[in-house]
């Protein structure tokens, strides 16, 4: 079966400071991925997609990449985080034939 | 574009009480509908969902039909439990190119008390 990991679970980052949370992805080959962003008390946001290696889409312009350097692995990045960079951050995959998406743990970041 | 509309929350209920939680999209053509669970601290979990017309999505006793005439997807529950608290998101598949390009609304928190 298919599972899919994100670390940090938590993080508290002081502003500037650079950020990496990861995501990978198990049992399956070729996932479309996605990262979301969670804003307190709101919806979804989707910040990133990816159809394959080192194809990033952005959605909305920010202080955010991303990076997909193998298969099943995404990674959300920045070089200087800022406080309304704070949020609960859902990477998520979905396999090209279906358009289920299925969602990681979820990372909380705080920055102070 | 899509959108998807959700009933507004918190939602409170007393445990054993009846749950329905209204949701309504706008979308070009006929996208699969889906529920989502988060969890308090929580990823969101698929809890159920239809891929056309007429459908009905039903998981740990939580059920919603897709009704294309009136554009919705309406989550109902015939008795809640404590443990059902949590915030649930309707949404909406992509279509064609944007396929996997979900469409979520802004969730509804659902308190139950004992």
């Known amino acids: 079966s298919q599972t899919i990991h994100q670390w940090p679970a938590t993080l508290v980052q002081p502003v500037g400071s650079p950020l990496s949370l990861e995501c990978t992805v198990e049992?399956?080959?070729?996932?479309?991925l996605y990262w979301y962003r969670q804003a307190a008390g709101r919806g979804l946001q989707l910040l990133f997609y990816?159809?394959?290696?080192?194809?990033i889409s952005s959605e909305v312009p920010q202080n955010l990449s991303a990076s997909r350097p193998q298969d099943r692995q995404f990674i959300l990045s920045s070089k200087k985080l800022l406080l309304s960079d704070s949020g609960f951050y859902l990477c998520?995959?979905?396999?090209?034939?279906?358009?289920?998406?299925?969602f990681g743990e979820g990372s909380w970041l705080t920055v102070v | 574009g899509n959108s998807v509309t959700q009933m507004e929350g918190p939602v409170t209920l007393s445990e054993e009480a009846f749950l329905t939680i209204n949701c309504t999209y706008t979308?070009?053509?006929?996208?699969?509908l889906f529920w989502y669970v988060q969890y308090p601290g929580e990823g969101l979990q698929l809890l159920l969902k239809?891929?056309?017309?007429?459908d009905k999505g039903s998981n740990k006793g939580f059920e919603a039909t897709y009704r294309k005439e009136t554009t919705s997807f309406h989550l109902e529950k015939g008795s809640v439990q404590v443990s059902d608290s949590a915030v649930y998101f309707c949404?909406?598949?992509?279509?064609?190119?944007?396929?996997?390009?979900?469409?979520f609304g802004d969730g509804t928190t659902l308190t139950v008390k004992p």
């Open positions: 998520a995959w979905r396999q090209g034939s279906s358009n289920t998406i299925y």
């Open positions: 990816s159809v394959g290696i080192g194809q």
């Open positions: 949404a909406l598949g992509g279509l064609g190119t944007n396929a996997g390009k979900s469409t």
């Open positions: 049992g399956t080959s070729n996932p479309n």
């Open positions: 979308a070009t053509g006929y996208p699969s």
């Open positions: 239809a891929t056309k017309a007429d």
